[in-house]
């Protein structure tokens, strides 16, 4: 599966102002990433306010990036849902529309127990007609499940990576060392050097629609054995990290794509919109940034 290595950018959902579902919007979304030399999308995901879409809305949102870019650039459709049946309609939707791979959180909220977990995922490479990456994204899961466990569900047969959003450097070196043939996509954005020398196969994250230049910088200066420059990349991210983080990382990245003059709407409430104080500081804070 080395093809579907490489960088992903993390999509938001557009909304309009009356918050509903925008295509047209979420399609220019796509094509910005693939303006920063992206190697794909990742559709669907925590960053796409997944927790506030409708399974219609999700199914939408596929179909619409997928009529957006071109068959080259890869695409990795995110269908964990609390519905087993929303789980399987996204994952056959996927499929149909091109989609290169699945990805999914393993079943939470419910006290599931390991061997469900393990079912669930057992269940879903048995079903999808691509490849199943494992989304590994304990902050917002709650699920902290211990290395074994997420060592155990990767090594399974069909499941051909992880989608790490975890500060655990050493699983990234214990997941290579053991399955070197099963691809880390590593998702903590601010930790990307430091998992790409610990031996992960690209990244999936959602600043790299604002700093995509300087991530797909920092990947070819490891590649290139220039850590001076990877570590100067880094340093220029985590302080538009940090900038992000002040303001509230979501409503920010709408703020700062808005910015770039991809609009893409607000993020859905309860999430509150930015204080005009607070986005006039963000805008001053990743102007350097996202004018590279």
Not at 66 to 77: K, T
Not at 163 to 181: E, N
Request: net charge negative.
């Amino acid at each position: 599966m080395a093809e579907l290595a490489g960088l992903y950018a993390a999509l938001p959902t557009a909304f309009d102002a009356s918050f509903a579902y925008d295509g047209t919007a979420q399609a220019a979304l796509a094509r910005h990433a693939r303006s920063l030399g992206m190697e794909g999308v990742f559709v669907g995901g925590s960053t796409a306010e997944v927790h506030s879409l409708s399974l219609g809305e999700r199914l939408a949102a596929l179909r619409d990036v997928a009529e957006a870019l071109p068959s080259g650039i890869r695409r990795i459709a995110h269908v964990g849902a609390m519905q087993l049946d929303d789980v399987l309609a996204l994952t056959d939707a996927a499929a149909e529309l091109g989609y290169d791979a699945v990805a999914s959180t393993p079943p939470f909220y419910s006290p599931y127990s390991a061997a469900d977990r393990r079912w669930f995922f057992e269940l879903l490479v048995e079903r999808s007609r691509l490849p199943v990456f494992f989304y590994h994204i304990p902050s917002l899961t709650g699920l902290a499940l211990p290395q074994a466990e997420v060592l155990e569900l990767l090594a399974l047969p069909g499941i051909v990576g992880m989608k790490l959003s975890h500060s655990d450097i050493d699983l990234v070196l214990r997941a290579k060392a053991a399955m070197p043939g099963k691809l880390v996509l590593f998702g903590s954005d601010n930790l990307l050097l430091p998992a790409l020398a610990a031996g992960a196969d690209g990244g999936v994250g959602s600043t790299y629609n604002l700093f995509g230049r300087q991530i797909v910088g920092l990947r070819d200066a490891v590649a290139a054995g220039d850590l001076g420059l990877a570590r100067r990349l880094q340093a220029e991210i985590n302080s538009g990290i940090a900038a992000l983080v002040e303001a509230g990382v979501f409503p920010a990245l709408k703020a700062g794509l808005a910015a770039m003059g991809v609009p893409c709407g607000a993020c859905r409430p309860p999430a509150r919109p930015l204080d005009e104080a607070v986005a006039a500081r963000l805008r001053e804070r990743l102007q350097p940034l996202i004018s590279a």
